[in-house]
């Protein structure tokens, strides 16, 4: 199932398992919190855009009743693995991992058809930050393969009429974002800055939109993530599979 290159690991405290490469991209909080904030609610059909090696699309079917969970993602070695995570965990009945450039998003769906579309795209333009020499942490990080405004187009294609789309991304960008949310139709309705303690600078900001939805954003409490030095806040620590923190 797995090669010498590669671990499996757990997702969380969840019975979830990801294959991932020793050396390659592997997954951090954010798919997480990106998870938490959207909350599913009842949405059917989701996609994830830029899935890598599989974690949100595994934690979206873990975690929600939908009944089709759709990841795009364009390396190939890295659609391979996501499909091998899938079968793992026993999930092909209801995640699919297309492999595809969202950027050709019209070769790969119908569109209209997705409740939520999630997404965590790379932070960081070209010239913005060292470019990592692995192909996988690279295309992760910085725009080398689309930009925002691809991820945005893509999730706007996708979306049925009042589908929601969230994202987590850097602050520094927020302005950026909320106008290319604007401009390509998804209504900026809610938002959280991400500390990860109390009195430090927000680190990431999560942000959700509603396709042609009406102007009216509301600023939500800050997300701490740490309450200790390695101790997560007890919402953090939920959203993580911790469920005996209370929440």
């Given at each position: 199932?797995?090669?010498?290159?590669?671990?499996?690991?757990?997702l969380g405290?969840?019975?979830?398992?990801?294959?991932q490469p020793k050396q390659g991209f592997r997954f951090s909080l954010d798919p997480f919190l990106l998870c938490g904030f959207s909350?599913?609610?009842?949405?059917?059909?989701?996609?994830?855009?830029?899935?890598?090696?599989?974690?949100i699309?595994?934690?979206?079917?873990?975690?929600?009743?939908?009944g089709r969970v759709v990841g795009i993602?364009?390396?190939?070695?890295?659609?391979?693995?996501?499909?091998?995570?899938?079968?793992?965990?026993?999930?092909?009945?209801r995640v699919t991992i297309l492999e595809g450039d969202l950027r050709e998003i019209r070769q790969l769906s119908p569109g209209q058809e997705a409740d939520l579309v999630l997404a965590n795209p790379p932070f960081r333009v070209p010239g913005n930050g060292r470019i990592s020499?692995?192909?996988?942490?690279?295309a992760a990080r910085h725009e080398l393969a689309g930009g925002l405004a691809d991820f945005l187009q893509a999730a706007h294609y996708l979306l049925r009429r009042g589908g929601r789309c969230c994202l987590v991304f850097l602050p520094e960008r927020l302005p950026e974002l909320l106008m290319l949310m604007q401009k390509y139709h998804l209504e900026p309705k809610r938002m959280r800055l991400v500390h990860h303690r109390v009195g430090?600078?927000?680190?990431?900001?999560?942000?959700?939109?509603?396709?042609n939805g009406r102007p009216g954003l509301v600023v939500e409490p800050p997300l701490v993530l740490y309450v200790a030095e390695q101790e997560l806040s007890r919402e953090v620590a939920a959203w993580y599979g911790l469920e005996d923190s209370g929440h």
């Open positions: 199932m797995h090669r010498p290159d590669e671990t499996i690991d757990p405290v969840t019975s979830l398992r990801l294959i909350g599913f609610r009842d949405a059917q059909t989701i996609y994830d855009l830029g899935c890598g090696n599989g974690v699309p595994l934690l979206a079917a873990g975690r929600s009743l939908a993602e364009r390396q190939p070695q890295m659609v391979e693995r996501a499909r091998r995570s899938v079968a793992l965990n026993e999930m092909n009945s020499t692995h192909d996988e942490r690279a430090e600078e927000a680190r990431l900001i999560l942000v959700e939109g509603f396709k």
